[in-house]
């Protein structure tokens, strides 16, 4: 018998699977909608130039965030999740704490690290640039902490309630508050003080998702005596935080190596352009967030069938919507940039038109990544992005002494290209899955 194609959306509309990913799909979209409203705000109060030392100091906090993380939100995700799956309380207890510490412990070496390098190099950091990194510096520990606690969430598939103080609360208090401050003060900020607008969003947001996580935590797991894996989680997280790091070079080798070769007002332009293109891979990362704690699942019970129809039909979704903000972009983009950000940014417009490309290719790869990190291939996947982030690293600074904005978009595009091939050759090869919607010669694959 036939089952009708609106008996089928029903159905999956009304599944737990399918209700989690329309939340997580509707957050995202309320999450990628507030952070353009706030690099909106952002490049109008700031200006190209205030823009661009927001954009350089933020980035170099997010290479201080990562290294803190130490590739552990994954490691929770799929420990705790194995955990659950398992009935081993004890063991979702101990990844827990054992996380905890050693993220603790990183955020305020690091932090500390990161502030007095900046103080010994202010002649060269330049004043603008110190002080908003003063702000910054707060952010460390705070990203960090805040990764960890939503990825125990997820973990335990409380996948909107994961990613909600991150990517609703936070951006929204942000928006609110650039908002608000502009009203007040009736000028134009400075970029020191946007950061600490930033900082003040963030602090705001961590509380309220660790009131979450506490109110979320099967009561199983609150009383369970901790137990250790170790030596085992350390294994695991090497390679996790290598990942991490490379990932980090891909998002931000650009914007750092600009830093040392174009004004500030250059570095705002290109942070506009990227910061428009990953919109375009939005519904990926949606789909990932929620998919990660099944991938893991189905993996430990060695349900390939089952785990190959679920990352086709993500697939399937995430290049649907690909397309159809790329083409939006393609059409509109100059007078999208001329409305929204003003004329000052229309240099913005063909590097986003690179760096869409490189996006186009990870929608349509899949969720490759996640796959590989959920079924302990992490290796696999840290070995493909060190690739394409030394890659990424020559590219830049090949092309950005030549071609600015131009070749760092260049270089960034290649990179994520590189990185997406390789990860699916792995997936394929590893576990006998496609993660694309379709295969070379057009067939379907299920």
């Known amino acids: 018998m036939v089952i009708p194609i609106h008996q089928i959306v029903l159905r999956a509309v009304r599944s737990r699977l399918g209700q989690e990913t329309i939340g997580s799909m509707g957050l995202k979209m309320a999450s990628a909608g507030l952070g353009f409203l706030s690099t909106v705000l952002l490049a109008r109060l700031l200006e190209p130039a205030g823009y661009g030392v927001y954009a350089y100091v933020y980035a170099w906090i997010n290479v201080l965030s990562v290294l803190t993380q130490f590739g552990l939100p994954t490691l929770v995700v799929r420990e705790t999740a194995r955990g659950m799956a398992q009935d081993r309380p004890d063991l979702?207890?101990?990844?827990?704490?054992?996380?905890?510490?050693?993220?603790g412990l990183l955020s305020l070496a690091l932090a500390g690290i990161g502030a007095v390098l900046a103080w010994l190099l202010q002649d060269s950091f330049g004043g603008e640039r110190l002080s908003t990194f003063a702000w910054a510096i707060l952010l460390v520990p705070l990203v960090a902490l805040g990764n960890l606690r939503g990825a125990a969430l997820r973990g335990l598939q409380r996948v909107v309630a994961g990613q909600m103080p991150e990517f609703l609360i936070q951006p929204g208090l942000l928006v609110l508050f650039l908002g608000g401050a502009a009203w007040l003060l009736g000028r134009?900020?400075?970029?020191?003080?946007?950061?600490?607008?930033?900082?003040?969003?963030?602090?705001?947001?961590?509380?309220?998702?660790a009131w979450m996580l506490r109110r979320a935590t099967p009561s199983s797991v609150r009383i369970a005596r901790p137990e250790y894996e170790s030596r085992a989680w350390w294994l695991s997280a090497w390679p996790l935080a290598f990942l991490g790091g490379m990932s980090l070079i891909n998002n931000q080798a650009s914007t750092i190596i600009l830093g040392f070769f174009v004004p500030d007002a250059a570095i705002g332009i290109y942070r506009v352009a990227a910061q428009i293109s990953v919109l375009a891979s939005f519904g990926l990362q949606a789909v990932n967030m929620v998919m990660a704690p099944r991938f893991a699942a189905l993996y430990a019970k060695g349900d390939m069938v089952r785990l190959q129809r679920l990352v086709t039909a993500s697939a399937r979704v995430v290049l649907a919507i690909n397309v159809g903000i790329t083409l939006g972009y393609i059409l509109l983009g100059r007078l999208f940039l001329r409305l929204v950000f003003g004329s000052a940014y229309l240099g913005a417009y063909i590097p986003l038109l690179i760096l869409l490309v490189g996006q186009a290719v990870n929608s349509a790869a899949g969720s490759v990544g996640m796959l590989l990190n959920m079924t302990r291939y992490e290796r696999d996947a840290a070995r493909g992005l060190a690739v394409s982030a030394i890659l990424n690293v020559v590219l830049n600074l090949l092309l950005v002494p030549l071609l600015g904005v131009i070749g760092a978009a260049m270089a960034t595009a290649v990179s994520l290209i590189t990185w997406n091939v390789l990860l699916w050759w792995a997936v394929r090869q590893r576990l006998g899955i496609n993660s694309l919607a379709f295969d070379f010669g057009g067939r379907r694959i299920l």
Not at 188 to 209: D, P, Q, R
């Open 188 to 209: 134009s900020l400075s970029a020191a003080e946007a950061m600490a607008l930033n900082v003040a969003a963030a602090a705001l947001a961590f509380g309220f998702g």
């Open 92 to 103: 979702v207890q101990g990844v827990w704490r054992w996380a905890g510490r050693i993220t």
